[in-house]
């Protein structure tokens, strides 16, 4: 279900020329639980609305705040609501790489979806909600393969010898490789 935000100038600045887009190999991934509950803050869908403009890409999202478009690379919006004080050191800093998948950090379904990996764009505390609600962007490149469960993590960590592990940054080469080998069709400039 499409959320039309297109009629809202606020939101959808006009897009520029659009810029070339560098998509460096990751030197380290995080696993993140997406979980987030209830729907994006309108501040929030502002920043949303600005990124795609200055990535030149169209802004046209679901009620996720999540890329709709055709074009090559997309943003999307993961978030939460901090419990027990905020803390200001981002859990997920820009530049870094995060897979996206949606379940919690206590129970996670085999068959829970998987996202590819997304280029963390900009972060974005909304201390106007209560609790205070942290978004982090992320500009993903699309890929063909649509099946991705956590599943898929779980065989490849397994034929490693090892277990996922939530929100610490994976620095290991071998596990890179193995979380990358989910997507074959997303290349990398360097």
């Known amino acids: 279900m499409s959320v039309s935000l297109h009629d809202e100038q606020a939101l959808a600045p006009a897009p520029g020329p659009a810029p070339i887009i560098t998509w460096r190999r990751p030197a380290g991934i995080f696993l993140a639980a997406?979980?987030?509950?209830?729907?994006?803050?309108?501040?929030?869908?502002?920043?949303?609305?600005?990124?795609?403009?200055?990535?030149g890409l169209d802004f046209d999202v679901d009620s996720r705040g999540n890329s709709l478009g055709s074009s090559e690379f997309g943003l999307n919006m993961m978030w939460w609501d901090e419990k027990g004080g905020l803390s200001e050191v981002w859990k997920y800093p820009r530049g870094r790489y995060v897979i996206g998948v949606e379940s919690t950090r206590k129970r996670t379904a085999a068959a829970a979806k998987v996202t590819p990996p997304g280029f963390v764009r900009h972060s974005y505390t909304d201390h106007t909600a209560n609790p205070p609600r942290i978004y982090y962007y992320l500009l993903v490149r699309r890929s063909l393969t649509t099946s991705v469960t956590y599943q898929d993590i779980q065989r490849r960590f397994t034929d490693l010898g090892a277990k996922p592990e939530w929100d610490a940054c994976l620095w290991v080469q071998s596990k890179i490789d193995a979380l990358l080998g989910l997507w074959p069709d997303i290349t990398y400039d360097e």
């Open 34 to 55: 997406m979980d987030s509950p209830g729907s994006p803050s309108q501040p929030a869908l502002e920043i949303l609305g600005e990124l795609h403009a200055e990535e």
